[in-house]
Structure formats: C-alpha cells, structure tokens
C-alpha cells in the first residue's frame, strides 16, 4: 500500500535481500551513489542496514531500510527472528515493476508484526480516544488494503507452507473482527498472547534480557525527558560532514540554511550552528555601553573626554576578543559534533577572505578600528581566529547588488555594496564553491542539495580537525 509513497521517497522503503546476492546489492548501491547511514546503538538490530540514497531532480531523500534477516517483534526490542527469507522469495509477485510478496504473505506478517507491537501506550492512545481504532490508522488501513486484495483459501496455505506453529482459526478470527470492525482490545492482548508463546522459540534473546531496553526506550520516549534527552537520529559511520553557508544579506543564507537542515534531519543527526555575532542581551547591552562611552567623538568633544573615549575602545576591543573566543568555541563543538558521524550546517562562517574589509565579516575587528595602538589584544583577538580551521565545504552565495537591494533595502547601501563585491570576488578552491543565489529560490537549493550529496558520499577517512 506504500509502495507508491516510498518509491517517491515520502517513506521508508523496506528492501528483503538474499544472503546471497548482498555482494551484488551492495555493488548496486554503490552504482547509484546510496551511502550506508548508522542507526543509534538501541536502534540497530542483527541482518538489518539503512541506506540513503538522493535524486538530483526532485532533490528528495530515498532511505532503504534493508532486511537481510526477516527481524520483527515487540516495538523497540525486534526480538523474533522468523526464519520465513527463502519461503518469501518463493511467493513473490511483480507489482509496477517490483517484486513484492503475495497478499496472503503480507497479510500473514502484518498479524503477526502488527499485534506483538502493540503496547500500553497503543491501548492508551484508544482509550482516550486519539485515534478511531485500535491499531494506529497506517496499520488498520494496511489490513484493509490486503484483505481486500488476498484469497481466504491461499491464506490457508500460507499459513501451513510457512511451516509457524500458529493455529489458522486463531488468525482467521482475528481477521473476520477486523473486517466486522469489531475487534476490541481484549482480543489484541489474547493474539499477541498467543502469538508471543507461539513464536518463543524463534526469540534470539529471553524476553526478560530485552526488558531493560524497552524500558529506557519507553523513558527516553516521554515527553518531559524527550525535551531534555532529544531522539538521536541516524549517523555517518565515522566522520560527518561539516559545511558552512555564507554570502551578503539578502543572499538567502539563514533561509537556505533552515531549509537544509530540515531536508538532511528527515533521517539524519543534523547541528545547526551559527558563526555571526551572537544575539545576546549581555551584548546588547555591552554595545550599547561602548555608544555611551564613545558618545562624545559623535558631538565634537573627543579631547575634554580623551580617558572615557579610550575606555569605549578597550572595551570594544574586549568585545571583539569574546566574539573570536566564542567563534572558536563553536567551531570546536562542530568539529565534536563532525567527529561522531553528525552532519554539521554553519550560518555564516569566519572566512579568511573576508578580514580584508574595512569592517570584516565575521573576522578579526580590533587592528582595522584601532590600527596598531594595541597590538597586544590585537593579537590575542587573531589567536583565536587562527585555529578555526576551514569547514569540508564553504558554500558562498554570490548576487550582484542590484538584486540584494530587493530582498533588502533598509542596509546602508555603501556598505551593503562592499560586502556583495567580497562575496562576489571569491573563488572557487578545493573547500569552497560559488553558488549563483541571483536564481530563482527552487534553482538555489537544489544545486546545493546536489553539491551537498556529493560531499555526504565522499569517504573521508581523515578525522575532523577541531
């Protein structure tokens, strides 16, 4: 039933391979450019793998979640393993060009996959009425789907080719409350009852061992926890990614930004980190300090208050050593991150190009306002910017002024300009690529969810460097 929306990549795509055709598989993959993505520890399960494969037309992410063993069971723990592989591959159908198992066998599985899942918080979520029906609605509505398509009398074969000690008027019944609409909870807890005894000797490991990890599963799944302890999603195997979005304003960088992160965290661990002065109110407050300090130089009167206008500087200058301290800081938490598989998205970034300007974006501050009246904090300031080191890949967004001055037009345009003819005049090296953000939105993004594919396929055995 979701075959449709997984091959468009709206969802998983759960793939059965043969054990012996995973060499050839994997060959397949690695043709069409899929790269191998890590479940968390308490996700991953023996004879199963994820893989992440693009499509640089439609930029949308296709994740296969592949079975190499059949592995089902109780929500969090997968503790059965049904030993059904060769029986499957012998009950296949071609649907829309894909080799699919006959209804009667998805019917088969869905009882059994569909009742050992369900929990407490299933019967919770019905009692209190979230949802119309027992199952949640993507469950009921796979039921409905094959068993309007399967044949009764095939079903019954099925179930005694499979060769599972499961009783056929035990699932029959289920069945025929299930099209009735009249199956309650107390006959879900006696299937997944029955099921459970059932099947206890197709468990890899004793029910009492797993208890722990549905527990934890359960704990870190509420909401008050889940606030504190965020989901962790899927990883790189070894070392993530690291890239960074910079350009003038109005270039589109904190949107595209968002839009990014959004697009990779569908399945992956994404950080978003931003490298441009920070928004806090102590430093609102510390600028607004240094106005006060320098007020004087603004109405003539520098001279009578030489000793206050100095103190507006080293302050300043203070200012600008925190900025580069904090800079540096968080270039170290993306090379944390980076370092434990996450993917890394900057907004903004220190660029080496950049410190030549009269005001340097997001570069050192304190010799272009003071000149060398302070070498010693002039220096300390450049310290901190020398160890940030380059990110995998800097993505500028280059627009000539003219459509910067659309998208924003409350800027002092000579200094809007100066930062568009920097941006503009950098060029493309083996950690930075160009991008022409003049282009319609659609066009922007998508060329760099294609460069960022590229980058997220590489290997890169190196560590990150933080």
Not at 161 to 182: C, E, Q, R, Y
Not at 187 to 205: G, P, T
Not at 376 to 405: C, M
Request: aromatic letters at 12%; one cysteine or more; charged letters at 25%.
């Amino acid at each position: 039933m979701n075959l449709e929306k997984s091959c468009a990549g709206q969802t998983d795509l759960d793939l059965l391979v043969h054990k012996r055709d995973r060499k050839k598989f994997n060959i397949v993959l690695s043709e069409l450019k899929f790269k191998k993505i890590m479940s968390p520890p308490l996700k991953q399960f023996p004879g199963m793998e994820d893989y992440l494969g693009f499509d640089s037309e439609t930029g949308r992410l296709c994740h296969l979640h592949v079975h190499y063993k059949l592995i089902l069971g109780q929500k969090y723990i997968k503790n059965h393993h049904l030993p059904l592989e060769r029986f499957i591959f012998k009950k296949l159908i071609l649907y829309k060009n894909i080799y699919v198992p006959t209804p009667e066998v998805e019917l088969l599985l869905l009882i059994i996959r569909a009742n050992l899942k369900f929990d407490f918080y299933d019967y919770l979520a019905f009692l209190v009425r979230k949802r119309d029906y027992i199952f949640p609605d993507d469950i009921y509505n796979e039921f409905k789907f094959l068993m309007k398509k399967y044949d009764r009398d095939i079903f019954l074969g099925i179930v005694a080719d499979s060769a599972l000690p499961l009783s056929v008027s035990v699932l029959t019944s289920f069945l025929d409350k299930i099209g009735n609409s009249d199956l309650s909870v107390r006959d879900v807890l006696s299937i997944r009852k029955y099921l459970l005894n059932s099947l206890r000797k197709y468990q890899q490991k004793k029910y009492i061992l797993c208890l722990h990890k549905h527990i934890l599963f359960y704990l870190l799944n509420l909401p008050i926890i889940n606030r504190i302890f965020p989901s962790i999603k899927k990883r790189i195997p070894g070392r993530g990614r690291f890239v960074a979005i910079v350009g003038a304003d109005g270039s589109g960088k904190t949107t595209l930004v968002k839009d990014l992160t959004k697009w990779l965290s569908w399945k992956m661990q994404v950080r978003t980190l931003y490298f441009g002065i920070p928004k806090t109110l102590s430093l609102k407050m510390v600028n607004k300090l240094i106005s006060l300090l320098r007020f004087s130089t603004k109405i003539g009167l520098k001279k009578p208050f030489a000793a206050v206008v100095n103190l507006g500087h080293y302050v300043s200058a203070l200012r600008w050593i925190w900025i580069a301290w904090k800079r540096l800081q968080i270039y170290r938490k993306a090379a944390v991150y980076a370092g434990k598989g996450v993917i890394v998205i900057a907004d903004r970034y220190p660029l080496r190009e950049f410190w030549n300007m009269e005001s340097p974006m997001d570069g050192p501050r304190i010799k272009k306002e003071w000149g060398s009246a302070n070498i010693k904090l002039a220096n300390l300031e450049q310290h901190y910017y020398s160890q940030i080191g380059l990110p995998d890949k800097v993505f500028v967004l280059q627009t000539d002024i003219d459509e910067l001055r659309k998208r924003k037009k409350d800027l002092d345009f000579q200094s809007h300009q100066k930062k568009a003819k920097t941006v503009n005049s950098i060029k493309e090296s083996s950690h930075i690529s160009t991008i022409n953000a003049a282009r319609a939105y659609t066009d922007v993004i998508k060329e760099l969810k294609q460069r960022i594919w590229l980058l997220f396929i590489q290997e890169t055995k190196e560590p990150f460097q933080g």
